[in-house]
């Protein structure tokens, strides 16, 4: 799919890299013993480098450099045996050290790439240029009191993993995908939450256009402050648009950081110029360089489960399930596992399209996530077992579903109470075809005389009269025999 | 009986041992001394009642039969080390005021070997300075005058107060810190003994750091044994320091065997630069001879890179600091001065008032070398250097087992001197900074008298985590040298 910006003077292409900021799953902070855990009392979990006190030393935790090992292979990267923390060095009333470690020329994680699923079910790659490891700054709150401010140091020195992106994204569609992939993959692999509303996935994208045809990358912009995968979208459709209207002026695009409001959709600029940061990176000589092994690389490989994209593949060989269905049901972890709890030992075709058009429509319609479906995964099984055992028709089986969305109550239980076994005594159903004829004499002739199409139309007839009970096979096939045999 | 005031560090060990005298005794001697010689401010905070209390309870662990390798002793603590409920101020006004809440590493494993605190020595403010003469509470006194006038000396830097009150009898022992020379030139300047251990062999956690890479904590003291007995209660791997050596601390003590036949010593070519003064230049041939005569060859080495280590000191030293001293922002503890003007109006205000000159001179530098630009041509340029440097040690210890050289160019100076321009302040550490950017051991041992009647001191620079070495030759030297003279003020 293109995405091509008409300007009065020709058409011109988005380019776009993402850096998303991913917070580690981990109990401790990046280099301090303080707790991790969201919402707690502001300054509660503070240890004494994280408030920046005189002396104090920052000691690696190592589980979190798994963590970001374990996202490098997951995003089939380069891991570095040996990386180099650095110092970020500014300013800032929630940065006690006066400096951020974070890791600059030497990352833990190297180049790698990510598969996009886009919405015509083909694929794309975006190259992952690095992963580091670096420590987040606390929280300033400016809305507590008319002249002060208020800092929290709870996220002071919480882990995170910076992730960045070639400049290889060309539409706002595929910086969507790309977010969203890069969510599962993390959370398939424990390593983040993914929860852009807590902020535990941050996102700065950058974004520069070019004429189409042209392969130079030109000067781009850096919005920051983009906290969902809706907003992101609309600040790089909003800032390539601004851009092309700024090189259609006769202007330039300068280099900046700019601001996305999500009330108005638009970015602003957010830095002028003498306040442009020169960061003096330099290696944190009270770290050692940063050395992992060989051997814990893989173990951590060994250890890592089963990812999108191999499921994707997996649904597609083994199940035979198109790449879209498959595309969508690995896209969010726990799909997958309700979906493979349904598929498993029954029809997967029959699940993926009980799960993708059923379930996902009424997940839709009351508006809950499936981690809070009212239809579990065995129920939603049951359900197809009852169908293909002959029990209820496909017709029923839609009306259990929507009384299980209402009361998360068992299907088989269901379909008892309310008498909704299907009926497969060819006597009653004999009696009902002969009815439906008998009211219809003039249809039924014409079927007689060849007419196959009102067929279908008799057999909605006495589904209609049985109240959908009878099986429609059966009816299918008496029909024939009596009108056309 | 010897006033006790005069014993060394093993002495008092052993008489205390022997139940001669009690730890609080012992304290108090040196908290009269303290109060009487208050004039030299070797002392930003003295603790005498905390110091009495733990020399009661020092008596107490003894007469229970406990007693740790410093039972008892009574030290001071570089006001550096940040001290629980005991105000650190790294001799700055930007922390006047502030008492941790936590001990440092070096000093909780002094305290829990039995050394009683007597308090928090001067500085240079944070330890920036070889002259004691940058402290915000003052410039320290050298107990030591020269023969030709009655002017006030300066005791060297940074570990400036710790020096004047071992040398002034105003406390038995005391830590200091070594980033450039801060040790081994204030032991030279006050006729004491200053330890520099490898880098990494003592945590630095809990220091007020200056420059990261290069700081190391040591003991100063009267005798070579002394310095041996404490290193050994100060030393030690903690995993709160990332760049603490994950290695056994020996039994320093035991390698004071006084043997060093046939141990092969330095001597850098590169250390007698033209016009080092003839005093030193003797001083050094001096202890060279006593070395030989004892059993040991001297060989020549050289050390091609050593031009350098100064300038480089002066990049990597400030860098760090310029970093490690963004902290005190007024934002969280310590001085806090309000602007109109926001944010960056506190940050401005505080810090100007809240450091000296010279700190502030070492942090414009060190943010300059880090800048955009110029980090290649300066910082990175650096650390090739100090690469450089080091190797140069390397190679020459593959032929030689220690390393000879004067501590420092010349004798103490007057308060006041060598102030006009920072360099001729900053060529006091030429002999040492390249052992500090090497991170190797080094010991200032005091060897004789100027003619002027001040100390010199001769520096020994080991192997890296080769203390043990170090110590036996600089045993060795003391024995010959039998330095006995004592400045003329202080305890008598």
New interface residues.
Partial sequence: MTYIIQGETGDWELVCGLEVHCQVISKAKLFSGASTAFGAEPNTQVDLLDAGLPGMLPVINRICVEQAVRTGLGLNAQINHRSVFARKNYFSADLPLGYQISQFDKPIVGEGVITLDLKDGKTKDVGIERLHLEMDAGKSMHDQDSTKSFIDLNRAGVALMEIVSRPDIRTPEEAGAYLKKLRAIVRYLGTCDGNMDEGSMRCDVNVSVRRVGETKLNTRAEVKNVNSVRFAMQAIEHEAQRQVQVYEDGGQVVQETRLFDSATGTTRSMRSKEHAHDYRYFPDPDLLPLEVTQAEIDAIRASLPELPDQKKQRFMDEWGLSPYDAGVLVAEQETAHYFEKVAEGRDPKQAANWVITNLFGALNRIGKPITESPISAAHLGKLIDLIKADVISGRIAKDVFEIMVETSGDPEAIVTERGLTQVTDTGAIDAAIDEVIKANPEKAQEVREGKDKLLGWFTGQVMKATQGKANPGMVNDLLKKKLMG | MTKLTDLSLAEARDGLAQKKFSAVELTSAYVAAMARHADLNAYITPTPELALECAKASDARRAKGVAGAMEGIPIGMKDL??TEGVR?T?ASRI?EN?V???E?TVSANLRDAGAVMLGKTNLDEFAMGSANVTSYFGNVANPWTRNSDDKTLVPGGSSGGSAAAVAARLCLAATGTDTGGSIRQPAAFCGIVGLKPTYGRCS??????F???LDQAGPMTRTVRDAAIMLGAMAGND?????SAPIPVPDFEKALTGNIKGLKVGVPKEYRPQGLSAEIAKTWDQGLAWLKDAGAEPVEISLPHTDYALATYYIVAP??A??N???Y?G???GLRVDGEGG??DL?CRTRAAGFGKEVQRRILIG?YV???GY?DAY?LKAQRVRALIAEDFRKAFETVDVILTPTAPTPAFAVGENEDDPITMYLNDVFTVPTSLAGLPGMSVPVGLSADGLPLGLQLIGKPFDEETVLKVGGVLESSAAFTARPSRGEG
């Fill in positions: 080390f940040c650190s790294a922390l502030f941790p809440p936590y440092s630095r956690w809990g220091i007020v750091a420059a990261s890479s995993p709160k320091d990332s760049t860098a760090e310029s970093s001293l963004a902290r922002d934002v969280r503890y944010l960056d940050y943010t880090l800048s955009a980090y910082y």
